[in-house]
C-alpha cells in the first residue's frame, strides 16, 4: 500500500485533517484497483471454465460417425484392425458403429470398445429388406462416412448403394489383399494343378477365366460406388490398374495396416530369446498354405533337435493340417489354437510364413516389433514395403511353379548359425516396425475422412 507523507506543524489542525483524508481516499483507491484486479482475473477463469465446458460438450460436434461394414466376425487380421481403429477413432471423438452381415463370434468380438454401436444381421441376405435395414442404422446413428471392409464382392456394394441414396453419406471401400488375386482364383488353381484328366484341366481353365471377368466387374462396381477405394501398398496401384483396366483410378488411396499388438514397453534381449520358430495366424490351404510350414519343419527338426516349431492360430483346415503333421511324425511342433500371440512374440527368435498370397499381414510387422526375424515367402508385393531382405528378414523368392520347402529350410539354418546377425537383424526389425505404429497411421484415415 501507498502512503503520502504531508510535514505539518502541529497547529495545523486543518492541514492534519486534510492528511487523513488523502490517505483515505488513497486507501480506497488501492482497494478498489485490487478489486477490479480479482474480478478480472476471476472472468478470465470463468471464460476459460465456459470455454473448455464447451470443447466438451461440442467434442464430436465437428468429427464424424463412422460405420464399419463387415461380412462377419472372426479371428483374422481384418477383424483385429477394424477393432484397434474404432477404438481409436473413438478416443478421439468420432462415432463409431458396426454392421456385421452375418453373426460374429470369436474373442475379437468379445473385446470389442463398448463404446461401439453394433447391429447384427442374423444371416447373409441380400435383399429389400436388408437394404431398408441398413438404413435405418444409417440415420438412427447419424452416420456419416461408410467404411465398407469387404472391398471386392459386388452385393454389399449393391445394398449399400441403395441404402444411402438420398442421403449425404461417403463410402470408403478397402480391399485387404493383392487386388489381382483372391480365394476363388487360387481355388481355381489349386484344382488345376490337382487335376490329371487334360479335358478337366480345359474346363477348369474356362473357369478361371469366369471366375476372373467376375472379380474385375465386381471390383469396378464397388471402386464407381465408393468415394474412396483403400487399397493396402503403393505396390498394389499397378496391379489395381492392369486387373480392373482403369488407367485413371483418382479415387485410389493408400492406408497400411497398423500394428495392432502394444510392444512400446518391450525391450529386446537376445538372451531372452529362445530357439523357437513361430507361425502365426489362420490355419489354412488356400491362402496360407498351411503344409508348407510342415514341410519346412520336416527338413529342420532334423537339422536343429535343439529347436521347437510353435504353430499359433485355427481355421477350417485346422484338423487336416494336424493329421499331416502326425503323418510326417513330426516332433518339436506344438500347435497351440487361437491365442494371444504377444507371449510368443517375445520369446520367439524367427517367423515363418509361407502363403501363396497376401495383402499386408499383420503378424510381420508386429512380430518385428519384438525382434522376431521374418522369413517369408516372396509371394505378395507388399513384403518388400515391410522387409529390407537380409538387414531386417529374409524374403525366399517366389517360384511360380512350386515351393521348394528346401531353399527356405537352407536359409534359415544360416541365419540361425550367425549369432550376430541374428541379433543385429533383430533390432533393425524392432526400427523398421516403427513405421507401422497405429498413431501416424490414425492421423492418415482422420486426414481421408477430413477430404469429404
Known amino acids: 500500500m501507498v502512503f503520502i507523507n504531508i510535514v505539518l506543524y502541529p497547529s495545523e489542525k486543518q492541514n492534519l485533517l486534510i492528511l487523513v483524508r488523502i490517505q483515505l481516499v488513497i486507501y480506497k483507491l488501492w482497494l478498489r484497483m485490487f478489486a477490479v484486479k480479482d474480478l478480472l482475473s476471476n472472468l478470465f477463469s470463468l ?3 465456459a470455454n473448455n465446458i464447451y470443447q466438451v460438450m461440442h467434442m464430436n460436434e465437428n468429427n464424424k460417425n463412422i460405420l464399419f461394414l463387415m461380412k462377419g466376425f472372426g479371428v483374422g487380421g481384418q477383424e483385429v484392425v477394424t477393432s484397434v481403429l474404432s477404438k481409436a477413432f473413438l478416443d478421439d471423438g468420432y462415432g463409431v458403429s458396426i454392421v456385421f452381415l452375418s453373426e460374429p463370434h470369436g474373442l475379437v468380438f ?20 436388408r437394404i431398408h435395414s441398413l438404413r435405418d442404422i444409417l440415420v438412427k446413428d447419424k452416420i456419416d462416412i461408410v467404411v465398407n471392409q469387404w472391398g471386392l464382392p459386388f452385393a454389399p456394394a449393391f445394398i449399400l448403394k441403395h441404402a444411402i441414396k438420398g442421403m449425404d453419406i461417403k463410402v470408403i471401400s478397402v480391399y485387404h489383399n493383392q487386388p489381382n488375386i483372391n480365394a476363388r482364383l487360387k ?3 489349386l484344382k488345376i494343378n490337382a487335376a490329371r484328366s487334360p479335358l478337366f484341366k480345359f474346363f477348369l481353365h474356362i473357369e478361371k477365366q469366369i471366375f476372373g471377368l467376375i472379380t474385375k466387374y465386381s471390383m469396378r462396381y464397388v471402386y464407381h460406388n465408393s468415394d474412396r477405394y483403400l487399397l ?5 496401384i499397378e496391379d489395381f490398374k492392369i486387373f480392373t483396366r482403369l488407367s485413371k483410378p483418382s479415387r485410389i488411396r493408400v492406408i497400411t495396416n497398423p500394428i495392432t499388438v502394444d510392444s512400446q514397453k518391450y525391450v529386446y ?11 502365426v495366424g489362420r490355419i489354412d490351404i488356400n491362402q496360407k498354405r498351411a503344409f508348407r510350414l510342415a514341410d519346412v519343419w520336416h527338413i529342420l527338426e532334423k537339422k536343429m533337435p535343439d529347436w521347437r516349431f510353435t504353430v499359433v ?6 484338423e487336416e493340417f494336424r493329421d499331416y503333421v502326425k503323418k510326417l511324425g513330426l516332433r518339436h511342433i506344438y500347435l497351440e489354437g487361437f491365442k494371444n500371440p504377444k507371449e510368443y512374440y517375445e520369446r520367439a527368435s524367427l517367423l515363418l510364413l509361407t502363403s501363396e498370397y497376401e495383402g499386408l499381414p499383420l503378424i510381420l510387422a508386429e512380430a518385428m516389433s519384438y525382434g522376431v526375424i521374418p522369413v517369408v515367402y516372396g509371394s505378395f508385393s507388399s513384403v518388400y514395403d515391410v522387409i529390407d531382405d537380409g538387414k ?10 512350386d515351393f521348394d520347402p528346401q531353399i527356405m529350410a537352407d536359409v534359415i539354418t544360416a541365419v540361425i548359425t550367425n549369432t550376430k546377425q541374428v541379433s543385429n537383424m533383430a533390432q533393425s526389425a524392432i526400427v523398421k516396425s516403427k513405421e507401422f505404429n497405429i498413431e501416424p497411421i490414425v492421423k492418415e484415415w482422420e486426414k481421408l475422412f477430413n477430404e469429404f
Open 313 to 318: 492360430g485355427k481355421g477350417d483346415d485346422f
Open 269 to 279: 534381449s537376445q538372451d531372452k530369446k529362445l530357439k523357437e520358430i513361430i507361425y
Open 232 to 236: 493396402l501398398s503403393n505396390r498394389h
Open 187 to 189: 481355388g481355381v488353381e
Open 47 to 49: 471464460g476459460q471454465t
Open 392 to 401: 531386417n528378414g529374409i524374403i525366399v523368392p517366389y517360384n511360380p511353379k
Open 110 to 129: 468379445d473385446n470389442l470398445d463398448e463404446r461401439i454401436k453394433k447391429h447384427i444381421f442374423e444371416q447373409e441376405e441380400f435383399s429389400l429388406n
